[in-house]
C-alpha cells in the first residue's frame, strides 16, 4: 500500500463517484477502478458497494476513510514541518551575548525583528563572558555568540566576524576636573582612578583599556572591578573613580555622571559574531542576515 492509494480512496469516497474523483486525480477513470480494486485485494475487504447507478461505503470502507484521512494529515503535516525547519522557519537557536552588548540598539533590535518573522523558532539567549562564549560555540552549545574580541586565541573551526564598532566614552563625576572640556585624551587618565571591567570576567573591554593605556605610555591605575555596566555607572556617580565604556552605555542615566569623548582615533570597542564555519544551519543563516542588515561602524 503507497500513500497514493491512500489519496485515490479517499477521492473516490469524498466524490462517491469514479468519474469525477478521476477527474480530480487529473486521471483517468479505467485505471482509478483498478487502483481501488488492488487496494480492496491488499486489505482483504470491500470498500465501496457499487450498482449501477451509484457508489456507497460498506462499513469498512467508513472506518478507513477516517484513518486515511488522518493519515495523510500527518504525512503532510511532516512534510510542512521539514520544509519549514530546511527554510529556517522552525526549530532551536542558542545565541550567547555580553552583557553590556544588549545596551547597543541594534542587537534588541535584530532578536525583535527574528521573533517577528520566525515566530515558530525557540530563540535561546544566555548572557555569557566573551571568552567563554566561544568554548560555547566550539562545543556546540552555542549557535551564535555576540562577543567582544577577547585576548585568547580562537578556536579552530570557530569564526568571529566584526559586526558592530562605537567609540569608547569616559563616564566621569559631574564636578571632576576633565569634564571641561569637549572630550578628554587617553593620556589624560595617567593616575585617574579607573573602574574597570575584572580579567578573569573574559570581556574584551578589559584589553582594550589595557591596550589603550599602554599605546599612552602608562598602566591604569585601577581602583575598582565590577561585572556589571549598571554597577559600574553607580560607582562613578558616587565618585569611586572614571570608567571607559562603549558610548551605548549612556542609556543608563544616573545624577552626577557625565560622558565625555575619548579623542584618541583607535578608542573604539567592537562586537563581534562567532559561530562554526562549517555548520549548516537555516536558522542561524537567518539570524546572520538580520544582524549584518543592521551593521554599524
Known amino acids: 500500500m503507497e500513500l497514493r492509494h491512500l489519496r485515490y480512496f479517499v477521492a473516490v469516497a469524498e466524490e462517491l463517484n469514479f468519474t469525477r474523483a478521476a477527474e480530480r486525480l487529473y486521471m483517468a477513470q479505467p485505471p482509478l477502478s483498478t487502483q481501488i480494486r488492488t487496494l480492496e485485494e491488499e486489505l482483504g475487504v470491500q470498500l465501496f458497494e457499487r450498482d449501477k447507478r451509484r457508489v456507497y461505503l460498506t462499513q469498512a470502507g467508513r472506518h478507513f476513510l477516517d484513518r486515511a484521512r488522518a493519515i495523510l494529515t500527518s504525512v503532510q503535516s ?12 522552525v526549530g532551536k537557536l542558542s545565541v550567547g551575548f555580553t552583557a553590556s552588548s544588549v545596551l547597543t540598539a541594534a542587537l534588541p533590535a535584530a532578536i525583535r525583528n527574528y521573533r517577528a518573522s520566525f515566530p515558530a523558532v525557540e530563540l535561546r539567549l544566555q548572557e555569557m563572558a566573551s571568552m567563554h562564549q566561544l568554548d560555547a560555540i566550539n562545543a556546540r552549545e552555542l549557535d551564535l555568540g555576540v562577543l567582544r574580541k577577547p585576548n585568547v586565541g580562537i578556536p579552530v573551526g570557530v569564526t568571529i566576524e566584526e559586526w558592530y564598532s562605537a567609540p569608547l566614552v569616559a563616564a566621569m563625576p559631574q564636578q571632576h576636573v576633565l569634564t571641561r572640556g569637549k572630550g578628554i585624551h ?19 573591554l578589559y584589553w582594550k583599556v589595557q591596550e589603550l593605556c599602554a599605546k599612552a605610555g602608562f598602566r591604569p591605575a585601577v581602583m575598582h572591578e565590577t561585572r556589571e ?27 552626577g555622571v557625565l ?8 578608542a573604539v570597542s567592537s562586537l563581534y559574531l562567532g559561530y562554526r564555519d562549517a555548520d549548516s544551519n537555516p536558522h542561524l543563516d537567518s539570524l546572520l542576515r538580520l544582524l549584518r542588515a543592521s551593521r554599524k561602524r
Open 186 to 204: 587617553i593620556r589624560e587618565l595617567q593616575d585617574v582612578p579607573l573602574i574597570v571591567y575584572p580579567r578573569d570576567a573574559g570581556i574584551g
Open 78 to 89: 511532516a512534510k510542512d514541518e521539514v520544509q519549514s525547519a530546511a527554510a529556517g522557519e
Open 229 to 255: 555596566a549598571s554597577t559600574m555607572v553607580g560607582l562613578v556617580a558616587a565618585g569611586f573613580g572614571v570608567a571607559i565604556v562603549p558610548n551605548d552605555t549612556q542609556c543608563i542615566q544616573l545624577e
Open 259 to 266: 560622558y565625555s569623548p575619548i579623542l584618541d582615533k583607535d
